[in-house]
């Protein structure tokens, strides 16, 4: 979001919001103003950094934009990093890799870094290292009292697991502690096949995944309209199949192991995969810093990806089965699929690959969109990730299928106990225990 938008409206305007306040938090003491004055209305209070993943219109409510908070302070001895409300992963990368150490930043630079650590976090290095919130040491929140609380496993265990995977359900974060890590390079980038080779690319990626260690991160886009200002000339105006590749290992090794797909045959029109600095981690997946606009996300995590799984695939994101729209295959598994060392309530942890469709409003596209979904359902694990969730997930059963049954029941109790009065509901949202509405 550009310092000149609307404080009120964020990148993605899937959802109108006509608040009754909008604050632009400059700092900590009007953060706790926000909560204040909404208890003072009985407001709900809604949070929007960068306004990538809308769920619920914040009508009525008090909206605090925190994008003025974007300070980052780097501990290289400690390898840790402190994280504003507002800050960006490029905030971020650009105070860490002079140090020669990463966070486990997500894919596109331009994410905000707190809605994405409360969502779980999904990125690069996760394969490797986790969840980025399985990585988070300390948080500072304001809590529906409007008081700051510290909040760490030794202070406040249940509270600290509960905002770890809890988005913003628990309080408004103020800022951050995160660990970070020794990796200062990548084996990244992507390989871009035409589309004709789609069906064989997503072939030979389900049974190359099966081999590769968790220092390889993949995923692959279905990219049916590359006319984007600053697509590359082999790409411009072509439906592409997309291949990311990030190795944090040796780049020998890096090099060897992408071989088998450099190898496919129609070749890629593009090769970008080559040793970078992790600075430059955010040229891999080539996300645009675009505009505003509109999109409707859902996704799905899946058990396994099978030949039947890719041709389902292949099928139902066919260009001559209507409207076009991206679609994201990312593989989880390696040390996603462990329990961290300090609990919390990240679900997910038995998907083997993300689905993540992007649709635009058109109803025949958001109709192909759901076909798809429903079309993988054999293959499902029944759970989504809320950092891909969209608006039209804000229901009580899909934010539950983000969770275990187990936490999800907790999530409820300590909701009643820390927020009773549901004040921050401009969320996927988790009800108080005894709200059933």
Known sequence: MSTDMDPGLGLNRAVESHPAHVIEAAGDQDMVAAVRLAAEEKRAVGVLATGHGPSLAADGAVLVNTRRMNGVRVDAERATAWIEAGARWRDV??????????????????????????????????????????HVRRLRLVTADGRFREVTADTDPDLFWAVRGG????????????????????????????????ADVLHAYAEWVRQLPETMATSVLLARDTALPDAPEPL???????????CSGDPADGERLVRPMRALRPAALLDTVRDMPYADSGTIHHDPVSAPYVAYDRNVLLGELTADTVDTLLALTAPDTGGA?????RHFGGAYARPPQVPNCVGGRDAAFSLFPRATPEPGILRRRDDLLAGLRPWSTGGISLNFAGVEDTAPDRVRAAYTPADFDRLRILKARHDPDNMFRINFNIPPKGDDR
Do not use: C, M, Q, W
């Not at 994410?111 to 990125?123: E, F, K, N, P, S």
């Not at 408004?172 to 200062?184: G, I, K, M, Q």
């Open 93 to 134: 990368l650009a105070h860490t890799t002079p140090h020669g150490l990463a966070p486990l930043n997500g894919a596109s630079p331009d994410v905000g870094v707190i809605g994405y650590l409360t969502g779980g976090g999904a990125g690069l290095l996760g394969r490797r290292f986790g969840f980025a919130a399985d």
């Open 325 to 329: 729209f991206p679609t994201e295959l």
């Open 236 to 246: 411009r105006g072509r439906s592409v199949t997309h291949l990311r590749i990030a």
């Open 167 to 198: 988005k913003d359900n628990f309080g408004l974060v103020v800022s951050a502690e995160v660990d970070l890590f020794p990796v200062a390079r990548l084996y990244g980038g992507g390989l871009y096949f035409p589309a004709e080779a789609t």
